[in-house]
């Protein structure tokens, strides 16, 4: 079994006097981490969000209605609150006035849940995010030597928990999730009418990984307004399949500024959508897909190790550039993604002077781990 890092920090917030919300994509593995820390279903009510009659009960919940629902128990886990409406108010009520009894929720939507919640429940909650599999998680499992050896198949597959477990079957479990699992919350929500525009959107995007991204362009490729593509991609990226970098500028006069690039949470589902799963000795794009791979398991590791920063990518007007920056306490951190250890970079001139107190670093498959695993 593979141990999930955040299993002890949300063990650490039980009966602590504030729920416990737990977000991700589906299939990231939410519901499974919290059969690990309760592994006994004595003393726990599990609810589903996806129920309709769960949803119907929930919209009118008490605390005294939840009270004699939970009968002796002392703990409710709710899957896919999201689903709920008014969700945050009932678990407020909850908080409030059951003050021995522990909630707990996960969602897949940050949009729906967090929206929902953050204002009933401010200063009630501690809020986690789960992201599929990271590579320290799987260091710890196996080994560091084991996981460097499957690198070049995590770039290609990515770390959704059901890939990692289905051994020559990767493909199919993709497929599935790509197709189905993956739009779930995102075709719920209002402004999600057209799967067949979300999906050429996604395949520009995945296309794109790397490079900025320009939202008229989208538009224009996808055939549907600026304002839509803004919109699907601020939806997709509360459903935690992809993900803003914005552009750093402070400094200089020609640092580009308000531009962006997107990158997805997971390589497996960017390769699902264009239907490329070739080695990726083969494949023209490694250099993107090592860029992808290499900043989302970042993400990774900051998050799960209360590393706070800002994260931005550098670029000039003049193509120079450096693809991924952190400000972490006042100290910038720039790093370059090389997925051939061999070619030589060096730091440009105009960031060094402009930034003459930033770090600078060029990650390869060779020093990887420092990056993911030592800060």
């Not at 794109?208 to 538009?219: I, K, P």
């Amino acid at each position: 079994m593979i141990q999930r890092v955040l299993k002890e920090q949300i063990k650490d917030q039980i009966f602590t006097g504030k729920a416990i919300i737990l977000l991700g994509s589906r299939q990231t593995g939410k519901t499974s981490l919290l059969t690990d820390v309760f592994p006994s279903e004595k003393g726990v009510l599990w609810l589903s969000g996806d129920d309709v009659d769960v949803q119907s009960m929930m919209e009118t919940m008490t605390a005294q209605r939840m009270r004699t629902l939970l009968g002796d128990r002392k703990i409710v886990v709710i899957d896919e609150a999201q689903r709920i409406k008014d969700i945050g108010l009932r678990m407020k009520a909850v908080t409030d006035q059951m003050k021995d009894v522990q909630l707990i929720a996960t969602g897949s939507s940050a949009f729906e849940l967090s929206n929902r919640l953050n204002e009933p429940l401010t200063g009630r909650k501690w809020e986690y995010q789960l992201y599929p599999l990271s590579f320290g998680e799987m260091v710890a499992h196996h080994g560091l030597l084991t996981e460097k050896r499957l690198l070049t198949h995590r770039l290609v597959y990515g770390y959704y928990p059901e890939v990692v477990t289905s051994i020559g079957k990767e493909r199919d479990v993709l497929k599935m999730l790509s197709d189905s699992y993956m739009y779930k919350d995102v075709l719920a929500l209002g402004s999600i009418k057209k799967s067949d525009k979300l999906q050429t959107l996604l395949q520009a995007i995945a296309f794109q990984v790397g490079d900025q991204v320009s939202y008229s362009e989208l538009a224009s490729t996808v055939g549907i307004d600026v304002k839509t593509v803004e919109s699907y991609i601020d939806v997709l990226e509360k459903c935690y399949i992809i993900f803003r970098l914005p552009s750093l500028s402070r400094n200089l006069r020609n640092e580009l500024k308000n531009n962006r690039k997107i990158y997805f949470y997971d390589n497996g589902i960017r390769n699902a959508l264009i239907s490329n799963f070739s080695p990726i000795e083969l494949r023209t794009d490694s250099g993107a897909l090592w860029e992808n791979f290499a900043i989302s398991e970042r993400i990774k590791f900051t998050s799960y190790g209360h590393l706070w920063c800002n994260r931005y990518f550098w670029r000039t007007h003049e193509q120079k550039e450096i693809d991924y920056v952190e400000d972490r306490d006042g100290q910038l951190s720039a790093f370059e993604f090389k997925y051939n250890p061999k070619k030589k970079v060096v730091v440009p001139k105009h960031f060094a002077e402009a930034y003459p107190t930033a770090t600078f670093k060029v990650i390869t498959p060779d020093n990887f781990e420092e990056f993911v695993l030592n800060g």
